[in-house]
């Protein structure tokens, strides 16, 4: 859900909210352990941008964005919150969790400058920071819908770094849907081109792209 309302001066901001389920939670930690680069040097890829349905983060060479809301109304604007807001969301544990067919007991609220956890409409936890006001790389429009096409392509590498990253991400939503292990789907996109096609992972709601390397 998206909405806006007032700041202390009048301004209006933008406000998102989503259920903080086991597996949202996870899934937003694992987006910023997978994507985000941790770059002072840039900060806005020491980031997690939020909207109304999904996290996205990217260090330039990988993506990541996990689906927190499904059903939620397409909506432009977007929040760019410091990865340090990201983690703080994973490590929250709820004393009631929602489920997502079921009433919205326990919410997370993320305005232009805050990052609140409520139960019954009770805030229990709260963390201001200062949004990034950079233009966030336009990375979502490079994740392509996953297909059963055969694709015929040559060797090509992951990095261990890469895949040391995914599994520790798939091992995060793994134990949120109380699961010894989530199989991670990997898939090489139909494009063509000079360079070497991005391939495409998946561990539930949370969808990944990797820059592989090629294999001479």
């Known amino acids: 859900q998206q909405q ?11 406000t998102i909210t989503f259920v903080a389920t086991k597996d949202n939670l996870a899934g937003i930690s694992a987006v910023a352990l997978f994507a985000s680069a941790r770059d ?16 996205v983060a990217t260090d330039r060479y990988v993506v990541g964005r996990f689906e927190h809301t499904p059903d939620a109304e397409t909506l432009a604007e977007g929040i760019v919150a410091p990865r340090e807001i990201a983690e703080w969301i994973g490590k929250i544990k709820p004393t009631h969790h929602a489920t997502a067919t079921g009433p919205a007991t326990a919410i997370i609220t993320i305005t232009d400058d805050r990052a609140e956890y409520s139960e019954y409409g009770r805030v229990l936890e709260s963390r201001p920071f200062s949004q990034n006001t950079a233009n966030f790389p336009p990375v979502e429009r490079l994740l392509f819908e996953k297909s059963d096409e055969t694709i015929e392509t040559g060797p090509f590498a992951l990095t261990p770094k890469n895949l040391i990253k995914i599994v520790k991400a798939g091992a995060l939503i793994s134990a949120s849907l109380g699961k010894t292990e989530t ?13 070497t096609a991005p391939i495409r992972g998946e561990i539930g709601r949370l969808v990944t792209l990797i820059q592989p390397n090629i294999i001479k």
């Open 4 to 14: 806006g309302r007032a700041n202390r001066s009048g301004a209006s901001l933008c």
């Open 40 to 55: 002072k040097i840039v900060p806005i890829l020491d980031t997690v941008k939020f909207t109304h349905t999904h996290a």
């Open 183 to 195: 199989p991670i789907r990997f898939q090489h996109s139909t494009q063509t081109g000079r360079f």
